[in-house]
């Protein structure tokens, strides 16, 4: 067997599985949903209860690892079979991405607590820096797998309250560029040229996260390399990351 019929096989197996386990999956959540919704009106004991959030909450984390696995597929997919590219228009692209990334972070955040210090600000905020009319030639769906990512990324390995992202995007050109910022944790030197490797992620206190499956950013990285295009990071840890994907101007 050649060395593209294994790739292809082993993509058609995981997508397979993926689809598999998605029907079970949101069945799971919808019944665990629909139960949760009663919660009102019956009365539950609180072993009741808290069992039922929890299976709710990891049901929706087990979904967004089968989502995970599926774009995933795509991409390697693409990258054998190739897509369309159309021009995108940034600034409403990177709104729905951001709505997005903050509902996902809010299904599998803990409840806030009713005697937290209301003082304390909490919540995430995604500051937008875009000119309105600025596009880029690519494949939308990629693109969105791009910048969806990256927001994840920066709000998931972030462990403040109140979580400030800044995306900026710029026209140098002879190239259009997206940056996402994030104040979280940052990555030490040695894991950055490491976390664009397939399952490969930075198992610490400071992150003081491990879900996920490690292939977001070899995603993007794939995605970006199907449009000629590259990624860059400057990260301090402690105090941040910086996240760059650069398209060539067609
Ligand atoms: N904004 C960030 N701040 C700090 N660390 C980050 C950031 N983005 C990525 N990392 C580190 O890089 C690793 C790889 O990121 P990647 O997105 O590939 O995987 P993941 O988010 O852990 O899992 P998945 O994307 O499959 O859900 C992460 O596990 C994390 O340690
Ligand atoms: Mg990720």
Redesign the pocket.
Known sequence: MTEEENVSINARALTLISHKLKTPLSIINGYSEAILSQAGKEKFSPFTSKALEEINKQGGKMSQLVD?LLAFNKVITAQHEGMEKQSVLLKPLIKECASKAITLEEECALPVRPQEDSSIKRGTFVEIDCPERLSVTANEEMLRLCVQ?LLA??I???NKMEKIIKVQCANHGDSISLSVR?Y????RPQ?VNR?FEPF???DDFF?G?I????????MVKRILDLHNGSISVV?DRGLG?I?TINFPVL
Do not use: C, H, M, R
Not at 184 to 187: E, F, L, M, S, W
Not at 211 to 218: F, N
């Open positions: 995970k990512e990324n920066a998931k390995f972030n994030d979280g944790a940052g990555i894991d976390i490969y992620q930075v992150t996260q879900s996920g499956w490690g292939l977001g950013l070899p990260s990351s996240f």
